[in-house]
Every structure is written in C-alpha cells, then in structure tokens.
Nanobody, 115 residues
C-alpha cells in the first residue's frame, strides 16, 4: 500500500520560513520523481517544485529563489524548504510521486501566511 504523508505545515508570518516533509512508504522511492503542488481556495492545483529521480529540479516562477526542493533516498523523504513566505503562498501543499506508469498523492498539509 502506497502512502505519502506530508508534515511541517502551519501558520507563519510574512517573511518567515517553513520546511515541509513528505515521507513515502510502499514504493521504491528512488525511482520516483517527487513533486510539491499547492492549491489555494477557489484556485486550481498548481505545480510548485519537482525533483526527478536523478536529482534534477524545476520550480514555478512564483517560488524561484525562495523555495528549495530536495530528497533523501535513504529516508524515503522529499522536502520543500520555503523561505521569504508571502500571503499568496497560503495553500494546501500536496506531495506527489510519479513514474511513467503510476502516480500517487498525499493528503496535504496546510500552509497559512498571515500577519
């Protein structure tokens, strides 16, 4: 049974930082591309950052220079380090694991940026 469990969300003030984690089980983690998506109320889910199985990364323009995605294959975990957070970063953040043949979503973790 595949499970992706996100953690690390919360309420922060503008300019602060958070680190999200997504722990995977039931998959051969190292072969999966991992990504973070987010969805704000009334908006479509959007890709935030992706890291492939060989470590290549890409980011949404809105988070470039502020967010960093990384993975630790020894811990089956992908991280999203978020810095200089803005109110518009407020959303549910979802982890996704994909190969050419399959894809899985986590349940999400809420990030709220507000003063």
């Amino acid at each position: 049974q595949v499970q992706l469990v996100e953690s690390g969300g919360g309420l922060v003030q503008p300019g602060e930082s958070l680190r999200l984690s997504c722990a995977a089980s039931g998959v051969i983690f190292s072969i999966y591309s991992m990504a973070w998506h987010r969805q704000a109320p009334g908006k479509e889910r959007e890709l935030v950052a992706r890291i492939t199985n060989d470590g290549s990364t890409n980011y949404a323009d809105s988070v470039k220079g502020r967010f960093t995605i990384s993975r630790d294959n020894t811990k089956n975990t992908v991280y999203l380090q978020m810095s200089s957070l803005k109110p518009e970063d407020t959303a549910g953040y979802y982890c996704r694991a994909t190969t050419l043949r399959s894809g899985y979503w986590g349940q999400g973790t809420q990030v709220t940026v507000s003063s």
